[in-house]
């Protein structure tokens, strides 16, 4: 990999990576890493089934989204390996060929039914076409054999809303509320949380998530606005009361350049 960075640092200054030109990579450097990953007591230790499995759907998945094109080159439909599959269904939905990503990652379903990955692309396959209602059982099933992911429940959650149904908007909030606990840094996740709680016509929870998303963006004096709202709409004393008085002190005590 060091290597392949060392090939990009000696491109042409117009085509070199940025990241390059105040981080050069020398060959000390290099051999400086690689004496140390000899040194390591897991230098001779070969890699796991499970483990090469892993890396090769990563680097399937990544390749379908970001250059589908060269994934569909790569992976013909000669090649019935999982990685390959999962490879040629990301990619085929990229291109706007959704009839042919369902088809494929259905496959991978109807092999490995508890893979939590495959129901998560799949939800979001169907999401981005606009068919949130279909991708809601899809997402609820990735949430249910991963449930320690707060990222997937901030998807489902997201189309759980789009389905403008209630009981769902209540069904997101509780996900929401608990992929909190995990990702209160995301920006999305408080503004899903907003949306949910202004459909459940709950004010006070409404201007306590619109202030986190404005301390998430240092917007100092939205936040203190929205937490002094959230501070008069909700109970004394309860845990989203005492939030609110957390964001305001923090805001008073902190200098303006200081962020979350």
């Known amino acids: 990999f060091l290597q392949t960075l060392q090939r990009e640092e000696r491109l042409q200054i117009n085509r070199r990576d940025p990241y390059l030109t105040t981080h050069p990579l020398t060959p000390e450097r290099i051999r400086a890493f690689e004496e140390a990953a000899a040194r390591s007591p897991y230098a001779n230790t070969p890699d796991t089934p499970q483990f090469l499995m892993m890396h090769h759907r990563m680097v399937a998945k990544l390749m379908g989204f970001i250059t589908p094109d060269t994934a569909l080159q790569r992976f013909s439909e000669a090649d019935r390996s999982v990685p390959a599959r999962y490879a040629r269904a990301i990619a085929w939905y990229r291109k706007g060929a959704l009839g042919s990503a369902l088809l494929t990652i259905d ?8 893979d939590p990955y495959f129901h998560e692309v799949r939800g979001q396959m169907l999401y981005e076409n606009g068919r949130a209602a279909e991708a809601v059982s899809s997402y609820r099933r990735a949430v249910q054999l991963l449930p320690s992911s707060g990222l997937l429940k901030i998807d489902f959650a997201r189309a759980l809303l789009d389905t403008n ?9 509780r996900n929401l509320e608990q992929a909190a606990h995990q990702e209160a840094g995301s920006f999305e996740l408080w503004r899903l949380m907003a949306a949910g709680y202004s459909k459940l016509n709950n004010p006070g929870m409404t201007s306590l998530a619109r202030a986190e998303m404005a301390l998430l963006r240092g917007q100092r004096g939205e936040a203190a606005s929205h937490a002094d709202t959230a501070s008069r709409q909700l109970q004394s004393g309860t845990p989203a009361w005492q939030r609110a008085q957390d964001i305001r002190a923090y805001i008073n005590t902190r200098p303006a350049s200081g962020r979350r």
Do not use: M, S
């Open 107 to 114: 496959g991978l379903i109807k092999e490995a039914p508890n």
């Open 165 to 173: 149904n209630p009981d769902n908007d209540r069904e997101a909030v």
